[in-house]
């Protein structure tokens, strides 16, 4: 069984990421600020993933319906990662409070998007459902991590911010390609996996 708690550790151990940082000007936030042009994008390709999975598994232990979800989902969740990748861009160019919260407010839409996926969507093949709740979560995380960042954009001088440091790029990539390659025991799933484009 796949344990992705474990591959998440191991990437959060490669990059000293599961401190939690107490900041004033917060420059761990302005890293995230510059990361987060090339996150966004990875968590998009992640999600797209998804759906790559799924859809080489149709017909075989896939349904009609569950490719359905499976889409409609990878949509929604793209859709919303576009238009936080727009605002973080428009946020860096001009940051104001609105945006900001422009910001928080978009990334709570994909996490709660995500858990009702999660929470909803029953695939019918074990295997498949552990490697699409892997990937899944792992953007999920990410964002939880960005949504505790984000007040400290605004942070004044001497003020204290505690948040855990999401993912780096590196991390987030590790972190997804080493799901990729984790066997499930169902040889269809595996296969499947191998023709999933590694970050």
Avoid at 8 to 27: E, K, N, P
Avoid at 35 to 49: G, N, R, W
Avoid at 53 to 78: R, Y
Avoid at 164 to 182: H, N
Wanted: aromatic content about 6%.
């Amino acid at each position: 069984m796949f344990n992705w708690k474990r591959a998440a550790r191991i990437a959060w151990a490669v990059t000293a990421a599961s401190l939690l940082l107490a900041c004033a000007g917060c420059a761990g936030a302005a890293a995230w600020l510059s990361d987060a042009t090339q996150i966004v994008p990875l968590a998009a390709s992640m999600i797209a993933s998804i759906l790559t999975l799924v859809a080489a598994l149709q017909g075989k232990s896939v349904s009609a319906s569950d490719l359905t979800a499976v889409s409609t989902f990878a949509t929604d969740i793209e859709n919303g990662l576009d238009d936080l990748e727009t605002m973080i861009d428009q946020y860096k160019a001009t940051p104001t409070a609105n945006l900001e919260q422009e910001i928080l407010n978009a990334a709570n839409v994909v996490v709660s998007n995500i858990q009702n996926f999660l929470t909803n969507t029953q695939l019918a093949n074990a295997a498949l459902a552990q490697k699409v709740t892997a990937i899944a979560t792992l953007v999920q995380t990410e964002l939880k991590a960005w949504i505790e960042v984000i007040p400290a954009l605004s942070a004044t001088a001497g003020e204290k911010v505690t948040f855990t440091v999401p993912y780096s790029a590196k991390a987030l990539r590790q972190a997804f390609d080493a799901i990729l390659a984790q066997p499930t025991g169902d040889p269809d799933v595996d296969a499947a996996a191998t023709k999933v484009k590694k970050l």
